[in-house]
């Protein structure tokens, strides 16, 4: 059983920046991706970016440019530093683990419950 949590989320300035942040915890060997999606209201959830365990990214166009993922192995953690933030960006954001569990290396995908983020002046 892996357990996946976000924080970081709140209220923000149109033009200001948020951190969000991601742990996961359990009988876990090791996460392979972390992803961080957001869902606005009457929207489907969209991909924003993913990293690998070895570092690599890859973002869409919603977060290019935007939006920074960050990985810290050590604390089965995962950030995203969102700037410039506008009302565009209000949605709950949601981070997935994708990786294997100790100790029979069997893979899972755990969600967390996601974190509101609201842009408004």
């Known amino acids: 059983q892996v357990q996946v949590v976000e924080s970081g989320g709140g209220l923000v300035h149109p033009g200001g920046s948020l951190r969000l942040s991601c742990t996961a915890s359990?009988?876990?060997?090791?996460?392979?991706?972390w992803n961080w999606y957001r869902q606005a209201p009457g929207s489907q959830r969209e991909l924003l970016a993913l990293i690998t365990s070895i570092n690599i990214t890859s973002y869409t166009d919603s977060a290019k440019g935007q939006f920074t993922i960050t990985r810290d192995n050590a604390k089965n953690a995962v950030y995203l530093q969102m700037n410039s933030l506008n009302p565009e960006d209000t949605a709950v954001y949601y981070c997935?683990?994708?990786?294997?569990?100790?100790?029979?290396?069997?893979?899972?995908?755990?969600w967390g419950q996601g974190t509101q983020v609201t842009v408004s002046s």
């Open positions: 359990g009988n876990i060997f090791k996460i392979n991706v």
């Open positions: 997935s683990a994708i990786g294997e569990l100790l100790p029979t290396r069997a893979s899972f995908n755990s």
